[in-house]
């Protein structure tokens, strides 16, 4: 068994908390004529 393997096993069983934080972030950059091209994120 390589050696993490020994580490994954109690990580993967440990207790589960009932809410867990996540934060999305997200963009599109889309070319924009303002005199000159240019990327601008959205």
């Known amino acids: 068994m390589p050696p993490l393997a020994g580490e994954m096993q109690p990580w993967s ?5 009932a809410v867990y ?8 950059y889309v070319k924009v ?6 990327n601008q994120p959205y």
């Open 13 to 17: 069983s440990r207790p589960l908390q």
């Open 21 to 28: 934080a996540a934060v999305f972030i997200d963009a599109i």
């Open 33 to 38: 004529r303002d005199g000159q091209v240019g």
